[in-house]
């Protein structure tokens, strides 16, 4: 059997209570994002990749599985469990660390760290992305990055359920 060394993802896991000390390490410009990512898929690893040309350091805030429950997105999501989902993220190069919310919106952890640039998808904007109103009055700035790929967990998972149904 090999010794193989243990996987250096676990170490950009960060939870709730230690988020701000941690982030306050990361060097400047910093960029912060939120979402569920339940299936990482290409438009999600696209996107992440383009948030970290931002700035010198992408956090990644994601959503607790009761909040995800909480948005609506089908009472057997998420698929995969918080764990898991900041695990895959973890692990992307572009990620610098990864944090947990269980509010409705990051609007709290945003606040608290108060990123130079805040991101989201090209379907939202500065006035329906919570925090941004924040960020910009600090002197930051909001950045929606246009879809490259159209993917879609939700489309995947009916898409899923509709070739099993008609077996």
Do not use: W
Request: with cysteine; charged share 20%.
């Amino acid at each position: 059997m090999i010794d193989l060394p243990a996987p250096r993802y676990p170490a950009k896991m960060v939870g709730a209570d230690e988020a701000s000390a941690r982030i306050a390490l990361l060097p400047r410009p910093l960029v912060l994002t939120n979402g569920v990512f339940d299936v990482l898929h290409r438009g999600h690893v696209t996107y992440l990749e383009q948030a970290r040309q931002l700035g010198a350091a992408l956090v990644v805030a994601v959503n607790s599985d009761a909040s995800v429950r909480r948005l609506n997105k089908g009472s057997d999501r998420p698929l995969n469990t918080l764990e898991d989902r900041m695990a895959v993220l973890a692990a992307l190069a572009c990620v610098d660390l990864v944090v947990p919310f269980d509010d409705d919106t990051p609007l709290a952890l945003i606040v608290r760290v108060m990123p130079d640039v805040l991101v989201k998808g090209g379907d939202y904007s500065a006035t329906t992305t919570a925090g941004a109103a924040e960020v910009i009055t600090h002197g930051g700035r909001f950045v929606a990055i246009p879809f490259q790929f159209q993917r879609s967990t939700t489309a995947l998972v009916d898409r899923i359920r509709a070739s099993g149904a008609s077996s």
